[in-house]
């Protein structure tokens, strides 16, 4: 046989210099070779790129994404690219790019400013650089994951209604958010060079279609309070993604993520997954099939009961914190396992968080410098806290996200039935952007897409459906062809 | 040692003769032990008794029940009686009564008309006079499973105003269903004695409370017509009643049923279930727990990838009709299993349904005269029907529940959490008799009642919950001690 | 359709009065509807029948069994009938028979002394009974299961020897085992008609096959000391029966035994699992599958690690006793759970043993009068052992074997695999009965054997061996056919 | 917080120039670390470290050792030298070394050849390097994994033979097995040089313990044909080598593997696993665990037949082979996968081995120029092979263990288990070697050592074994402190 052949992908790419930014455009090939693999898996969103791909339905679309910039997510950007869109892209975590994709995406003329391991300053930075096209105007659309992309726009907003009335500029210094003083950095800084650019973008804007359960409280919290300036779309609680990405998608990740940071044996060790909603269950069914001795740390005592129901001890963290080897957090809250609690584990206890920010993790505590504990790199992303007294615990991906950080996220499968509703969400906002449907309030996709979806990809998995005859679907009150449940139905 | 000791209890009743019929009082010694052990197990039920014996809210209500006679059942009755209703029993299923239980029951003073085995008119002649108290006045509220008391007086009720209006008498011949010729009946031979009987029930009854999906759906058909005649309680899409007894309730009880009917090994048997809902998710892990290749016919997509992502293969009843051992229904549909399926079927293949009605299996088909089949009774709720060619298919409770009718139905703790919920639908039904907050609607309890039904049963499994900090609760906008979830989270 | 038929089967009996007892000869026609089902179920012993039937190897063979009288038994006995075996059989635990396989062996025309619930005196009788023809002789091969045909043969014949050389009597009294009196009295007693009786036995025995771990563990004991009468083979051993009667069989039969006797939920509930050998790992699977939290007590470190890799905690039970709702033996040893253990448990927290003898648990600390515990029957086979300060542990089979005294024992699958490797053992020592291949020495099945009782197997469940070419087979140093392993290969 | 510390290692080495190759010593530091995480992780290394460390049980032995380079081979090799020992080690799979643990060791003065990724010809220089000390002569024992390293030398020893004898030179073209002809080419190469060397080695070597089934398999046909030169410990069947690596290893390492090569969603793919022996066990067991629907090919009816019992599918690769997502092959056998099977494969089916050599996937015949099929590289170690049609398989570590090629092999905890082994083997081949214990034959080290070892790794794991009572333990035959199985048993 000759030599192995590396399909080559030109690096070159149409996007003008400055209005990217990617760790390294040589890996465009690679990334290429991984979109091909990615593509293969995402059934979904190639069968939408054959429905809709001749009629570009996003067509006259600028597209903002503020979301992970990997593998999976160049396959949806791609996706709304045949779709008609005009897309710019920043991930929406740090440590989340894969540098690969963010290349072979910029290699294939979209802007993408991403890279793994930004600092705050240069995340902020480049969701600002994503929200600004060329011509120096916004999105019609965003895609949101955690709702930073938004944030930033409520906020601009807001400054600039505060600095029209009476001049003021927002002081970073007046937070000790890291986070939020970039934020209000960005807003300070900008207000100088136009004081109307938000308001305007507001103006533009068609609406947003969010991915996570984080992002959803936040968008229901401003309509709750009326200050939601344009319509959302709640993609995270259909069906076909909050019930698999969020189960079976970190079923598949968690394990992957702790076994490329640490490889340690799973099997016969103690584990506490802290709890037990869907990125709990699906964790703790992990850990379960991998034969570690599991168990639960759980709030509501309805989810504690349905662990029980699957043979977990439920227990709190401080009942168990010397004997755990492994403790997961998945909770969307903070404060779950503190640095007093990590200075009581056992030598090597590993901590990460799954669920959705850093304070999950008591981060702040154990690099406080007056704590006398030494941080100590193994690898990127795996940290050996040491603490005084000689014992270290090991922190995945510096208590952010791990499944991202340690490995490559959720696999493309599961990602392809979120995406397939992104993308069906962002055609509907801009089906729709005249029609006065969507009003400045949180909107979730009708059953029947939901359903679509969940159809779209069963034929990649061999499954053939039953059909249900028309007096069978009458003697149950549904049509034939679906929905098939009440709205209220939990799956 | 002594002699064993076997506590006794006097099968006397102070329930004077005719106001009960159960198969043998002799047998009431034995259903008190089984309740003794049922108490223990019934954690939920037991602390309402605690908590509400000595208030009695219930005092004053006469409580009609038609629900499995069971000793989980005969624990919630006792608990009713406790909080101070006047009773009276029945149950919903011709096969699913235990006598032993029964019989426990009306030793200690309540009415019951029930046995195992009952044909259609004794099932209905039960129902009729279980709504009859001695005064021969109905009830003010009813627990109901299935819908068959609701139903009944719902058909007596519209007969009235038909006779009131012109003389019409229902004719029963009108119906080939075999069940609505008993209902018909009964009313047909009342409205001679009462025109009004049904009437001043109706004036009368203050709500019923409503277990079952299938019972659910027929209340809401009739209050989105408008024909509802008293409030509802759905009791059944309690988290703790459906995604606990469904799931969990089943995962136990169909391996149950199957191993008391037939002794068949699991291990290595194919078994398709028919359905993947919350019954089928049960039904389902249970079989593959048991060394089973489990298959799953869905006509739902989402459930259908559901069960892909656990593993099932996803193939309709007619791909696989001849490679199938064990073949579950669990749909609450009709028309799963028909007659030729089971002629293509493997010797000795067993069929079940643990969905709701026996029309999930065409029995009809299998005992038409017309048919050739052979009915061989192997011994009372399993019968081999005998094909022409020789062939035979073993039916497990002539198509009904196989798991009330082969084994004991749910196990006591898991039928706490819904008898739990039952109570307390039934004091909430009576203290707002009065009050108006309930119209001719069907209601679903306050999620913070769900999630004390589960706090009830948590200790019992030695579980001990985590506790919500207050500066949590306000990070994710709940309070301190509940409820922790929106209304539309799936769990 | 017409009345459901119930085939009958002929009550009356060719055996001649007195040369048989069980409990009910009205049964006859329910166990052989029940054996027409396991036949379908069994298909290793069918495919000997077919193989062999006509041959007739058994022919002229006077063989008698001591293994549980259950339904899967009577197709073993009808097995070796058909390859021309004069067959008396009885049961080898006095609560495991199932009276209607017991009556419809019977009516079939083979003698049978066996009941369910027989007292340790009839117990031996019954044993006495099937090992005496109606000529006063003995049988040609035995079929024993746990030993005791074997002990009352090896102790008798050592009587006759003492009494030949001095007069010797055995003196039940002298014994403080209530099942070795019994012994001794028949032997005492039998020593009177006929002081040759067991040596003439012995002298016509062939050989013994030998069923479990224990009666092994006794035949290898006297072989080691020289004492052993005739030539067993050790059918436990085979890899057809250890790995998978003691595994999948108790996997099968241990929930279904804890359910037919209490009915308690197993989900969520804390067991104990005794002891981490095949019948351990069996029954730890089945209760974690079950969703019960459970845990392990061993001894052997091996088994321990092999435990914790499952996810298992392993305890003693000491650590554990008043968490557990539930504890299991399967050690095969004694004193696992004292009457001291039981004092501190959980109010009815369940006792089980699926070990082998009834001194796992300390059933006599339990039943001594002294001990002020009272022992309420709930139904046969399961009692409240209540203790003095009010609290009850429920104990199933009375300590003995729970899953055959509760429920129905291992299914008829995986009994087939164990009694394929029975009948093949039966040929195979009477073919060779001249030859000298066997001493009075415990031998195995070759492998070769053990591979065909598989393959016997697997058509049944619709599996499909892939053929090993001649090259692969060469490849790896085997013959295409098999065997494919090592002796010393643990599977 | 200050600067995150990275603890340094010296990347010098005492080690002379020369005395060493791999791939990049500036990787100590990061290897260092690693070590440090696994140190912890295998505790059985590290017991006999501070049982034995003092008394240097293994002084003035050289150990050579031929197996995979990993982190865990480090933590080994360090062992031995606590111990006593003078090593030189290479790895004994051209994919397996982990750069950073070789040059860790390096740094710490042991000479390594090793590198990921060596060419055959590199691969067989590594051997023969690590086979010669500085002084020209070899080692007194060697550390084998799948006998490389025992191979060169008896092949060597056998050319010396036949040169002495007439002179005849091996012929490299001879051979077109492009392993042996490096093998034929160093001893062709090397006999000009030093006619008995080889033959020096042998006379001085004590002995080899071997790690694999292949291995032990090659050195049971040598001491069958009466060729074999040294004593040998069969390591790879202690049962806390062969049913924990075997089983739980590869449980762990093959979705490792799978992940980080392909990112694929496990759940809901089709997989097949040829071969149900301990490796497939394990890997069938993780698929299922995964949601994958699992088969098994298998030619052994009674693995096949354990396949039924856990629920599998068993059927042959043919039958589903345009089903299949991912087929990976477990046998230790060749020619399990060929080119046509491939041919016949869906798009982007993965293609992986985690049996033995190579030669279970037909790689000659992907590899074959006249087939029409292009490798194209994703990236190191995954290849899509496309053929002539235009579907690609996905091919993982080029048909090599997929395990250790694409992730880090098996983890510490389940090696040190197999590594504790291979110390007691070396520290018992040294400490008899001039007591004629020993012969030329394969020997397995005694139960008692077994039972050790698995007892040296209960306490990481939080278990506590029951001790079992000496009345316990004279009831079933035993020692109190073990061992507690016969040598036929099969855990």
Sequence with gaps: ???????????????????????????????????????????????????????????????????????????LIETLKELGADLRWCSCN??????????????????????????LEEYWWCTNRALTWTDGGGPDLIVD???????????????????????TVPDPSTTDNAEFFQVLTIIKDGLKADPKRWTKMVDRLVGVSEETTTGVHRLIERAREGSLLFPAINVNDCVTKSKF??????RHSLPDGIMRATDVM??????????????????AQAMKAAGARTMIAEVDPIC???????????????????????????????????????????????????????NEIDMAGLEDPASGIKKVEVKP??????????????????????NLGCATGHPSFVMSCSFTNQTLAQVEL?????????????????????EKVARLHLGKLGAKLTELSSSQASYIGVKPEGPYKPESYRY
Tied chains: 1, 2, 3, 4.
């Design 266 to 283: 799973l099997a016969g060790k103690t584990v506490l997954i802290c709890g037990y909603g869907d990125v709990g269950k699906g964790s």
């Design 304 to 358: 504690a009961l349905q662990a029980c129901m699957e043979g977990f001890q439920v227990i709190p963290l401080a009942d168990v914190i010397d004997q755990v080897d492994i403790v997961i957090t998945t909770t969307g809250n903070k404060d779950i396992i503190m640095k007093d609690d990590m200075a009581k584990m056992k030598n090597n206890a590993i901590v990460g968080n799954i669920g959705h920010f850093d």
């Design 145 to 167: 994951d955690g709702g930073d992309a938004t944030l930033l726009i409520h906020e601009g907003y807001k400054a600039e209604i505060a600095y029209a009335k009476d001049g």
């Design 430 to 450: 801009w089906k729709e952007r005249t029609s006065g449907k969507y009003e400045n309030n949180v909107y979730i996709l009708p059953k029947v897409l939901d």
């Design 245 to 250: 990405d969020n189960v079976y998608g970190c």
């Design 94 to 119: 740090i440590f989340s790019t894969q540098d690969h994709s963010a290349a072979a995406i910029v290699a294939a003329g979209t802007p993408v400013f991403a890279w793994k391991g930004e600092t």
């Design 1 to 75: 046989m000759g030599p192995t052949v590396t399909e080559t992908v030109t690096a070159t790419t149409t996007v003008p210099e400055g209005e990217y930014k990617v760790a390294d455009m040589s890996l465009a090939a690679y990334g290429r070779a991984e979109l091909a693999i990615a593509e293969v898996e995402m059934p979904g969103l190639m069968a939408l790129r054959e429905e809709m791909g001749a009629a570009k339905p996003l067509a006259g679309a600028r597209v903002m994404g503020s979301l992970h910039m990997t593998v999976q997510t160049a396959v």
């Design 381 to 402: 992303q795996v940290h050996r806290f040491v603490f005084p007294d000689g014992h270290a615990v090991i922190v995945l991906a510096e208590g952010r996200l791990l």
